[in-house]
């Protein structure tokens, strides 16, 4: 079923909600090869700030200044240049990968972007020669304040609110490296590939014997031999190696004291003086662990994130927006994937995956019935509860109590199967209020499928 693809994510560069998008639309791709196997989700944060957290560990990262504004990034440049930097490298910070690809639009007018000698405005732009700060200047200018296009955006992009103005490095080769909890055996995982610079999915569908592992045993850490093998396996050799050791060493160190849950970095250079770089840097950060570290909590980015989903944190539920015009609110995470399922084979498309969690009391689901009819695309909303720990006829009436709290003007399906779940039934089917009750998840699916006809 589609559900088992959701329990699995792609580590590179995509996030748990393209994840959650792509398996609901499309099942065994070529992210198969990671989607069984890989779970990564957490606090995501920009590149510029995962590079000033690694070079704290000492892993090589460039030379980088953050700017928020145009005058900033042109600093930067001015800076660069003065200190005998012939090349620089703007980028644009935003929560989402393939910006080398990706195209600037105009916020409002969604028009595209070109340079004055016509060229398209790029996430990613390398800056040779001639006058940098002006160059820098152009570029910061047509690109904070618009919107970013990229193939993990989508077409409505997101908008470009900082840049990262960094030294150009003499690249000699590219390498890509990545390191994350295999939850198949609970061991972290460092995973590496010749392929660098490449999507890491496309690697695996075509050329997946280009790609190493080397699991970390919890009860004696990473040695200096995995290490070593590491970079062999890279066709690292001399002082490239040796900088590559004491990277990936570093890098390890990082992502244990830091509570990584996934550290991602592509490419991974090799420079013809043969020293190694962490050229980009994507870095998750495992939610249950934050309270341990403020510091990192602080750069979360608001304005990275879905405005409902923030709105489902403050209440502690497991939200996360999609496309589709079914909400769907299920106890459960496994629930609620199996719950989406059904609403795409009832010929549905989930708008959300929403767990409400084992408290379904009435104040989380009137939040989060609050929540999902707050987005515009939602035409219907099918609530599916296991009453294990919590009683099928609590739930019932707190769905009762919830919908009189919040303006629900879409049609309603519910099923509650469990402890009580014949005294629920009848709770919502002798209620005024106006619910469809199903007894089966097939008949639940077959409800779903008449409520969006007649919305059609």
Request: aromatic share 6%; glycine share 8%.
């Amino acid at each position: 079923m589609v559900a088992l693809s959701l329990m699995l994510v792609s580590t590179f560069n995509i996030d748990i909600k393209s994840v959650i998008c792509e398996s609901v639309h499309q099942f065994g791709d070529a992210t198969t090869f990671f989607t069984h196997t890989y779970v990564v989700y957490g606090m995501n944060i920009h590149e510029h700030q995962a590079k000033a957290l690694l070079r704290k560990f000492d892993v090589p990262v460039p030379d980088g200044k953050v700017a928020f504004t145009v005058e900033e990034a042109a600093e930067a440049a001015r800076e660069f240049a003065a200190q005998g930097h012939n090349v620089v490298v703007v980028k644009s910070q935003i929560h989402a990968g393939g910006r080398g690809k990706g195209h600037i639009v105009d916020t409002e007018t969604r028009e595209a972007i070109t340079l004055a000698d016509g060229s398209a405005v790029r996430g990613v732009t390398v800056v040779v020669g001639g006058d940098l700060e002006a160059r820098v200047k152009e570029l910061a200018e047509k690109t904070l304040g618009n919107t970013l296009v990229t193939i993990q955006t989508g077409e409505s992009g997101k908008v470009v609110n900082r840049l990262l103005v960094e030294q150009g490095l003499n690249i000699e080769n590219e390498l890509y490296l990545s390191m994350l909890l295999d939850r198949s055996n609970s061991r972290n995982l460092i995973m590496a590939s010749t392929e660098g610079g490449m999507e890491i999915e496309e690697v695996a569908e075509k050329t997946p014997e280009k790609i190493v592992k080397e699991h970390i045993d919890p009860a004696i850490g990473f040695q200096g031999y995995q290490a070593r093998r590491l970079g062999f396996n890279l066709g690292l050799s001399g002082a490239a190696l040796k900088s590559f050791i004491k990277l990936i060493t570093n890098l390890v160190r990082a992502y244990e004291d830091l509570d990584g849950s996934m550290v991602e970095i592509n490419p991974l250079v090799v420079t013809k003086e043969q020293e190694v770089y962490a050229l980009d840097a994507k870095v998750n950060f495992d939610d249950n662990a934050l309270y341990r570290h403020p510091a990192i909590a602080e750069l979360r980015d608001l304005s990275e994130e879905e405005p409902l989903e923030i709105e489902a944190s403050k209440y502690d539920l497991n939200y996360i927006k999609l496309d589709g015009n079914v909400g769907c609110m299920v106890n459960g995470a496994g629930l609620a994937m199996g719950t989406m399922d059904i609403i795409k084979l009832a010929g549905g498309e989930p708008a959300n995956f929403l767990d409400v969690g084992g408290g379904a009391n009435v104040e989380r689901i009137a939040n989060a019935f609050r929540i999902m009819l707050s987005d515009v695309n939602v035409k219907a909303v099918l609530v599916n509860i296991f009453g294990g720990i919590v009683r099928c006829d609590r739930v019932a009436n707190g769905i009762l109590e919830a919908v009189k709290q919040v303006d629900c003007h879409v049609p309603v399906i519910v099923r509650l199967d469990g402890t009580n779940a014949v005294e629920a039934r009848e709770i919502l089917e002798n209620s005024d209020l106006d619910f469809a009750v199903a007894d089966t998840l097939k008949t639940a699916a077959q409800k779903v499928n008449e409520a969006m006809s007649g919305a059609a």
